[in-house]
């Protein structure tokens, strides 16, 4: 589900070609702020995805450094690499 998420938001593993979500959305953003409610709520997601349930114990069953280590890349990261210069869509 990581692959498949990185793919359509920052276009890994696909053509140059291809439609992302950061390549359309970064250079109209000025701030995070938004950014970070879709980070929880994509962390919710991925955690849900695992457990198979909507529940509170999911932070300790899917820590964040676990989604890390399967590949998540956070939009306020990636946001911030490309507003550096430091990360090519």
């Given amino acids: 589900m990581v692959r498949r998420l990185n793919r359509r938001l920052y276009g890994v593993g696909g053509r140059e070609a291809d439609f992302t979500w950061a390549g359309w959305f970064f250079p109209l953003l000025t701030t995070d702020a938004t950014l970070r409610s879709l ?6 997601h991925l955690r849900h995805a695992v457990t198979g349930r909507h529940e509170k ?5 899917v820590p964040y ?4 280590r399967a590949g998540y890349l ?6 911030h690499g490309y507003r550096a210069g430091t990360w090519r869509l």
């Fill in 39 to 44: 980070d929880q709520l994509i962390q919710g």
């Fill in 57 to 61: 114990r999911n932070f300790r069953a």
């Fill in 65 to 68: 450094e676990a989604l890390r």
């Fill in 74 to 79: 956070p939009l306020v990261t990636a946001f």
